[in-house]
T-cell receptor, first 112, second 114 residues
Framework: QQQVKQSPQSLIVQKGGISIINCAYE??????FPWYQQFPGKGPALLIA?????SEKKEGRFTISFNKSAKQFSLHIMDSQPGDSATYFC???????????FGGGTRLMVKP | ETGVTQSPTHLIKTRGQQVTLRCSSQ?????VSWYQQALGQGPQFIFQ???????GRGNFPPRFSGLQFPNYSSELNVNALELDDSALYLC?????????????FGSGTRLTVV
């Protein structure tokens, strides 16, 4: 069964701290692992994505770490800001543009 | 470059009725997918359309159907609405092949079935 398990469900971080969200997948056919950010009343917006040929990808304050052997990947948000408060979803698919399997989401709150 | 637009933004229907949701793809995208997002959960894949044909389907019954038009816009139709169909319905467009950017999502249609 294609599943993506995400943890934690909710996260509270102080401004300037590091937010870490973890995901694990089962299907070895997955080859594209995006993270989405969703604000209330809006659709998910692509934040950053990685393919398993690299172990880490960084874009600004956002970093994805990928462990292919463990079938796990994580999102790190450095210097977290109140504007980062949103729900974050990890996802996986066989390739970009194909059906996405989403994790259950993490509601992040960054306290001023 | 325009993004993905969905209409209507909100909708209230009665159980047993039928509903049609609409989506305009992002310019340059030729594939459209629909997702259902229940409150507090991650989006669930309904189906994908490419070249006006269904190109993959998730675990949804046949009363969920769709169309893609030559201009790549799309409709999601749901017949015999049930209370559990209440959700945010998301449309997402993408390139079938060769895209490094994956999906672009619209803001969704909030459907409430009473």
């Amino acid at each position: 069964q294609q599943q993506v398990k995400q943890s934690p469900q909710s996260l509270i971080v102080q401004k300037g701290g590091i937010s870490i969200i973890n995901c694990a997948y089962e299907n070895t056919a997955f080859d594209y692992f995006p993270w989405y950010q969703q604000f209330p009343g809006k659709g998910p917006a692509l934040l950053i994505a990685i393919r398993p040929d690299v172990s880490e990808k960084k874009e600004g304050r956002f970093t994805i770490s990928f462990n292919k052997s463990a079938k796990q990947f994580s999102l790190h948000i450095m210097d977290s800001q109140p504007g980062d408060s949103a729900t974050y979803f990890c996802a996986a698919s066989p390739w970009a543009g194909n059906m996405l399997t989403f994790g259950g989401g993490t509601r992040l709150m960054v306290k001023p | 470059e325009t993004g993905v637009t969905q209409s209507p933004t909100h909708l209230i229907k009665t159980r047993g009725q039928q509903v049609t949701l609409r989506c305009s793809s992002q310019s340059g995208h030729n594939t459209v997918s629909w997702y259902q997002q229940a409150l507090g959960q991650g989006p669930q894949f309904i189906f994908q359309y490419y070249r006006e044909e269904e190109n993959g389907r998730g675990n949804f019954p046949p009363r969920f159907s769709g169309l893609q038009f030559p201009n790549y816009s799309s409709e999601l139709n749901v017949n015999a609405l049930e209370l559990d169909d209440s959700a945010l319905y998301l449309c997402a467009s993408s390139l079938r092949q060769g895209s490094r950017d994956g999906y672009t999502f619209g803001s969704g249609t909030r459907l409430t079935v009473v």
